[in-house]
């Protein structure tokens, strides 16, 4: 969340170029894409209360606050630039005294320095804020610090914040107990950037809050904390002493072996999981380890269909198992039947020789259990998402199971009716072969025949064909590919996992990173060579079509041989790529980083084979998106940059070395206090602890946030 206190929208004064005109509503555009939640436009001696209202009107999602850069006469050698900022329930008093001059000549006009404070007298404190140019913000137009203090000095009571022209100047300023911020002072909106603004941590929906901010930091965080979201953490075995770690990012540092890693390890990660919160533990020193379990959760992800997987083997065992009985001719039967038509006369008047049934093709009865047992399993699984997910919501949760029983007592009873229906048909044709038989017997009369079987191989061979063409479908429909994105990595851009359920083909063969056993390759793609390539001649012989040793294998190792999972690293390009070990230790912290779906982020000296520029450009800014999420964030680190701009809550400082009676002490860098546990009256000093043991915290501390800025 950025601020920016000092935007033109319009050329006012001769050297201000026509870039920096923009609409209203391109301003708005510009302000939420670059994630500006407060700002002021503050056109050169110029209020423009219409273009302000127009704003107002706008669907925005950002806090805009009236305002005006004014010069500012100090002395007859001292022409100087200031900003004023106030509440927006004062626009209309602000337009009024400080541009009601409707022939203002904007380059020419000036403000004596005294009529100036008069004006800003004439609000209370607490409604406007004064933001003067200072040291190398534009050094001919910028307050000196002598002229600085005169300034704090003549409104008193009233906020002063001052804009430098430098970040590490801000720093320092920030580092020194007063108030700093940037400004983009735009020039040219196409070139427009937040790079350089200020951050700010707190979210502020009012001008009244930003001046609570403004003017008492220490005490605006204080009460901010103290009802924000956090958790008490016992960390003594007695359970007598607590911590309170907020949802958040919170830094732990110490110097080394100082039970930084102790307290993640015995107290926190103990204390989430207990708590029924997805936490992992990051240990840098076992970093190897961490990108390989980071692989793993990534593949276990990805889920090969078990019902799909089932469904393969059985209908693999349909085709291994499939054989034809020997045929005989057709034709033959019929003339043996019509040739013995001269029998007796009693014979003849037996009708029922000459009856025919013919069953309608069915399912098997094997494949009718299958069918009802895969409906019946995904009925259950339901009930079993209803009563896991709708625990509170009884009422809801009866109804859903009450259809679902429903549901299960109509499949079985289908199944029941379907089983009749081939009962039937099969005893019908037992009854008619039965009566025929005796016939004969009796009477020497051929009876004419009930079925040739030349319906019923028909039907077997289109069986075959259709389980064959299932299967093939099946191999293609049980694939699936998902991608994860591990993290970026410097000079090489977004690294992603891709990871696929992949389906042996028939022209497999072994090679590196293949996902199939060797000694079964050659088998297995022979057997899926014959199931994909088969003809319609090759029922010529199709009680050889397969070997004695294809027979054999079983159908459930079939399918679990021939389907597995793989994974590759792959580059933006999607070209395959195999990280070195430092960019490993870089992946395995940012792809955790990517992967939002933890409640807490336990990382125990996270810096370690990451450079500074990966540190400032990635790991902080995907730190801070973590807790814009309400992500419960901690770090034990040594990086002054990571436990300074991360702008935590919380700061632990572990000391088990200290006389002291307190372990632990908790604070932040906003107050600069260091408590002991709240029942010990030990106290540290936050930056003399993080000078100590912050390695580059001097730097840091030039550019430190303090609030707001960089």
């Known amino acids: 969340m950025r601020i920016d206190f000092h935007a033109h929208t319009q050329k006012c004064k001769e050297g201000d170029g026509s870039k920096r005109n923009i609409s209203p509503e391109n301003f708005v555009k510009k302000m939420e894409q670059h994630n500006v939640v407060m700002c002021a436009i503050t056109n050169h001696n110029k209020f423009d209360i219409g273009e302000f209202d127009n704003i107002l009107s706008l669907d925005h999602n950002f806090i805009i606050f009236p305002g005006i850069e004014l010069d500012i006469q100090f002395s007859d050698k001292k022409h100087y630039h200031t900003i004023l900022i106030c509440d927006p329930a004062e626009a209309n008093k602000f337009y009024n005294i400080f541009d009601n001059d409707n022939s203002r000549n904007y380059d020419s006009f000036i403000l004596s320095y005294d009529s100036f404070i008069n004006k800003v007298k004439e609000f209370d404190h607490d409604k406007i804020i004064t933001i003067p140019h200072f040291l190398d913000k534009d050094k001919r137009r910028a307050f000196s610090p002598d002229d600085k203090a005169k300034l704090?000095?003549?409104?008193?009571?009233?906020?002063?914040?001052?804009?430098p022209g430098k970040i590490q100047t801000m720093g320092i300023i920030n580092s020194h107990d007063e108030l700093a911020l940037l400004g983009s002072d735009v020039k040219d909106w196409d070139l427009y950037s937040s790079n350089n603004l200020p951050e700010i941590k707190f979210q502020i929906d009012s001008f009244g809050k930003f001046y609570e901010l403004a003017s008492d930091p220490k005490l605006?965080?204080?009460?901010?904390?103290?009802?924000?979201?956090?958790?008490?953490?016992?960390?003594?075995?007695?359970?007598?002493?607590?911590?309170?770690?907020?949802?958040?990012?919170?830094?732990?540092?110490?110097?080394?072996?100082?039970?930084?890693?102790?307290?993640?390890?015995?107290?926190i990660l103990p204390f989430f999981r207990d708590s029924g919160k997805k936490v992992f533990l990051h240990l840098g020193k076992d970093y190897e380890k961490e990108f390989n379990n980071l692989i793993s959760s990534y593949e276990k992800e990805v889920i090969i269909d078990k019902d799909l997987l089932d469904e393969i083997a059985q209908n693999f065992k349909k085709l291994i198992d499939y054989s034809e009985n020997n045929r005989s001719n057709f034709i033959d039967q019929y003339v043996d039947f019509y040739q013995g038509q001269v029998g007796s006369k009693k014979a003849?008047?037996?009708?029922?020789?000459?009856?025919?049934?013919?069953?309608p093709d069915g399912l098997s009865f094997e494949d009718l259990n299958i069918g009802t047992t895969r409906d019946i399993k995904k009925i259950d699984n339901v009930v079993e998402v209803n009563n896991r997910v709708q625990l509170t919501n009884k009422c809801e949760r009866d109804s859903l199971n009450l259809s679902l029983n429903l549901l299960?007592?109509?499949?079985?009873?289908?199944?029941?009716?379907?089983?009749?229906?081939?009962?039937?048909?099969?005893?019908?044709?037992?009854?008619?072969?039965?009566?025929?038989?005796?016939?004969?017997?009796?009477?020497?009369?051929?009876?004419?025949?009930?079925?040739?079987?030349?319906?019923?191989?028909?039907?077997?061979?289109?069986?075959?064909?259709?389980?064959?063409?299932?299967?093939?479908t099946l191999f293609k429909e049980i694939e699936r590919?998902?991608?994860?994105?591990?993290?970026?990595?410097?000079?090489?851009?977004?690294?992603?996992?891709?990871?696929?359920?992949?389906?042996?083909?028939?022209?497999?063969?072994?090679?590196?990173?293949?996902?199939?056993?060797?000694?079964?390759?050659?088998?297995?793609?022979?057997?899926?060579?014959?199931?994909t390539q088969h003809k319609q001649l090759d029922f010529r012989d199709i009680n050889s079509y397969f070997s004695s040793e294809e027979k054999e294998v079983r159908a459930s190792e079939f399918a679990s041989d021939i389907i597995k999972k793989v994974s590759r690293i792959k580059l933006n390009s999607g070209k395959d790529y195999e990280p070195s070990e430092g960019e490993k230790a870089i992946l395995s912290i940012s792809g955790l980083l990517e992967n939002s779906t933890f409640d807490c982020y336990l990382f125990d000296e996270i810096e370690r084979g990451l450079g500074n520029k990966y540190v400032s450009e990635y790991l902080i800014p995907q730190l801070t998106k973590l807790r814009d999420l309400n992500k419960t964030v901690i770090l034990s680190t040594h990086n002054a940059n990571i436990?300074?701009?991360?702008?935590?809550?919380?700061?632990?400082?572990?000391?088990?070395?200290?006389?002291?009676?307190?372990?632990?002490?908790?604070?932040?860098?906003?107050?600069?206090?260091?408590?002991?546990?709240?029942?010990?009256?030990?106290?540290?000093?936050?930056?003399?602890?993080?000078?100590?043991?912050?390695?580059?915290?001097?730097?840091?501390?030039?550019?430190?946030?303090?609030?707001?800025?960089?």
């Open 152 to 163: 704090q000095s003549d409104l008193e009571e009233y906020v002063v914040i001052l804009e």
């Open 220 to 267: 605006f965080i204080k009460t901010v904390l103290a009802g924000a979201k956090k958790y008490s953490i016992p960390v003594s075995d007695d359970r007598s002493s607590t911590m309170d770690i907020f949802e958040d990012i919170n830094i732990i540092f110490g110097e080394k072996g100082s039970g930084k890693t102790v307290l993640l390890e015995k107290y």
């Open 348 to 359: 003849r008047l037996l009708a029922k020789t000459d009856a025919t049934y013919s069953e």
């Open 408 to 472: 299960r007592e109509k499949v079985l009873d289908n199944l029941k009716d379907e089983y009749k229906s081939n009962f039937i048909n099969n005893m019908s044709t037992i009854f008619l072969d039965i009566l025929k038989s005796s016939v004969t017997k009796k009477t020497g009369k051929k009876t004419k025949p009930n079925k040739l079987g030349f319906s019923d191989l028909v039907s077997k061979r289109s069986q075959f064909l259709s389980k064959r063409h299932r299967l093939i």
């Open 481 to 531: 590919l998902e991608r994860h994105k591990l993290g970026v990595l410097p000079n090489k851009g977004n690294i992603m996992l891709e990871t696929k359920v992949v389906c042996m083909k028939e022209n497999d063969y072994h090679s590196k990173g293949s996902p199939f056993e060797k000694n079964k390759i050659k088998l297995n793609r022979g057997i899926i060579g014959k199931i």
């Open 643 to 710: 436990a300074i701009n991360t702008l935590p809550s919380q700061v632990i400082y572990s000391d088990y070395f200290s006389k002291k009676v307190s372990n632990y002490f908790m604070g932040n860098m906003y107050s600069g206090e260091l408590f002991g546990d709240v029942n010990i009256l030990d106290l540290e000093s936050w930056e003399e602890k993080a000078l100590l043991h912050l390695e580059g915290s001097q730097e840091m501390f030039n550019r430190r946030k303090n609030v707001y800025g960089i």
